[in-house]
């Protein structure tokens, strides 16, 4: 694949996965919780689709576990998938096709309900494309991650445009929890927000215009082919990588409770009479500051410390915010924004932080094994799908649906609950080995 040569070209190559992101995350967010009312309770006819509950609340939750748990497993085969793809069009551009078509189809599906009641045959609808969706996602975002290294010439530039792709993801989640929540309050229902930002999704075209790929039929390369990797060789040897098997374990406790608060905050905020725009707004501002902070200290400190500092951070932030129904309310906006200001100082790092650990690996294993390099990124999905499908799809949906099951509602707990889950992850890494903890050092980069 031919590299990119100039600065330019890289920071706008950074930004393909804008668009697409910016979708999964309406689905993650908003849609998947506006299928039932419990937990809203302002503005309801605009946050639900249709002011009622469409899907069976148990049996949509376990779909959601399952939904999330086959787009973790999934990851597996589709970068087997792509790595190895042969085509006259070569085997990047034909793979983010291949998933880019689907996933903008089931996008649109998901808005239609087939029932407009809460029946099987609506739970059993909605996770049926949610199923196609997180798979045609998984595959457009899992073969454009795969392309990092290949467009890219040296380290240096390596890092350009994951920092790129960092401020992308501090755009589109402040898009997300300011604009969606400012239209909703317009009087725009949830649904017609999600068709006005599908246009955004265009940005994946990037990748299909600026990457120049050869032919990968064997009849059309002229070179010695490269040895194929088999899908049993690479799953062995990144899970016989015992370092980012473990720092896997500890991204599973902490994205658990992440994804919680990325997908109940809108109903919190809701149990507090809150204005999310404002409050959210104020957590994603400070982001670039924030983020110089952060690398200061993976500079100094390395990365295990930069790591337990955003999580102490961010389950501070949390915790506080958990007060907020007993703050009076003459002060408890002042209040909400001073937390949120604190959770900025971590919300930031935990995007540059994602794909830092799994890149570093596969630079390490890569050319000794002949691992295919997508593998350590579909791994990382696998953890991060289904932490994120018991976030979302158990432990949410449990809390939205505590007071009419329990007689007493859970919502306003669910800071403390993502709290928690960082203090968890904090002590587990206490743990991290040194070729993980020392990632980032100005003196070195770690140790295989």
């Known amino acids: 694949m031919r590299k ?15 668009g697409v992101n910016m979708l999964n995350m309406i689905v993650g967010t908003y849609l998947c919780s506006a299928l039932l009312v419990g937990g809203f309770e302002h503005n309801v006819e605009n946050w639900t689709y249709l002011n009622k509950d469409l899907v069976v609340a148990a049996l949509w939750s376990l779909l959601i576990v399952i939904a999330k748990a086959i787009d973790g497993i999934i990851d597996v085969p589709l970068s087997h998938l792509t790595d190895n793809l042969k085509t006259r069009w070569g085997k990047r551009r034909p793979s983010i096709v291949l998933g880019y078509v689907p996933m903008i189809i089931a996008y649109l599906l998901f808005l239609v309900p087939v029932d407009h009641e809460a029946s099987i045959l609506n739970t059993l609808w909605f996770a049926f494309v949610l199923f196609v969706f997180y798979g045609a996602y998984t ?29 992308c993801d501090v755009v589109y989640f402040s898009m997300s929890y300011a604009l969606v929540p400012l239209f909703v309050s317009l009087g725009m229902n949830i649904r017609n927000v999600a068709v006005a930002f599908l246009p955004l999704s265009l940005t994946m075209l990037i990748p299909l215009f600026m990457l120049k790929e050869e032919s990968t039929l064997e ?10 990797v088999s899908l049993k060789k690479s799953l062995f040897f990144v899970f016989k990588d015992k370092p980012f098997i473990f720092w896997m374990c500890c991204v599973f406790v902490m994205n658990m409770g992440l994804q919680l608060f990325l997908g109940g905050i809108n109903e919190y905020f809701s149990t507090t009479g809150l204005n999310m725009t404002v409050v959210m707004a104020t957590c994603f ?80 294993r890569v050319e000794e094994s002949k691992t295919a390099s997508s593998m350590y990124f579909a791994i990382h999905g696998l953890f991060e799908g289904v932490s994120a499908g018991i976030g979302t799809g158990v432990i949410l949906v449990f809390l939205k649906q505590s007071e009419a099951d329990l007689g007493f509602d859970l919502m306003p707990y669910m800071t403390v609950i993502v709290a928690v889950l960082c203090v968890i992850a904090c002590i587990m890494s206490l743990r991290l080995p040194k070729s993980i903890v020392k990632l980032g050092l100005t003196d070195g980069q770690g140790e295989a």
């Open 4 to 18: 990119f040569t100039k600065k330019s070209q890289i920071m706008l190559y950074g930004c393909a996965g804008l």
């Open 139 to 167: 595959l457009t975002m899992l073969t454009y991650y795969a392309t990092f290294a290949e467009v890219t010439r040296t380290e240096k530039e390596l890092v350009l445009l994951s920092n790129v792709k960092s401020v």
């Open 219 to 228: 009849a059309d390369n002229t070179d010695v082919p490269a040895e194929r």
């Open 285 to 364: 501002v400070p982001v670039p500051l924030t983020l110089i902070l952060y690398n200061r200290i993976v500079n100094k400190k390395g990365l295990g410390f930069a790591y337990r500092y955003i999580l102490l951070v961010f389950a501070l932030g949390m915790g506080l915010m958990g007060f907020c129904r007993l703050i009076p309310a003459s002060i408890i906006y002042p209040y909400a924004i001073f937390c949120s200001l604190v959770v900025s100082f971590a919300i930031g790092a935990f995007f540059s932080i994602t794909y830092t650990v799994p890149s570093h690996r596969a630079a390490l």
